[in-house]
């Protein structure tokens, strides 16, 4: 069983820093995609940054130029450094990992984290 564990959620005021991580564990041969998503209440739950293996990454438009992904492929971890925060970004953000391999036949699960609180109020 693959499990995903994030981390560095919390309180921050307008304009500040977070970083969050997300570590998979578990039998895992490889990993094709990890992800942040977000829901905020009341709305539904949105992609916010992706990156595939090979360094592809992909950010919803009303995090460009504020927010980071990046992945450490040798700890299947990924993080999302939030720059610049609103409080439109106030939401609990979730780790995904898509293509996620655990046996030898190849067969392919997708796994959610069980997310964490960012709130950004002054």
């Known amino acids: 069983q693959v499990q995903l564990v994030e981390s560095g959620g919390g309180l921050v005021q307008p304009g500040g820093s977070l970083r969050l991580s997300c570590e998979a564990s578990?039998?895992?041969?490889?990993?094709?995609?990890m992800a942040w998503y977000r829901q905020a209440p009341g709305k539904q739950r949105e992609l916010v940054a992706v990156?595939?293996?090979?360094?592809?990454?992909n950010y919803a438009d009303s995090v460009k130029e504020r927010f980071i992904i990046s992945r450490q492929y040798a700890k299947n971890t990924v993080y999302l450094q939030m720059n610049n925060l609103t409080p439109e970004d106030t939401a609990v953000y979730y780790c995904?990992?898509?293509?996620?391999?655990?046996?030898?036949?190849?067969?392919?699960?997708?796994?959610w984290g069980q997310g964490t609180q960012v709130t950004v109020s002054s």
């Open positions: 995904h990992a898509r293509g996620v391999v655990s046996d030898w036949l190849g067969a392919e699960s997708t796994y």
């Open positions: 990156e595939s293996t090979g360094g592809r990454r």
């Open positions: 578990g039998r895992i041969f490889s990993i094709d995609a």
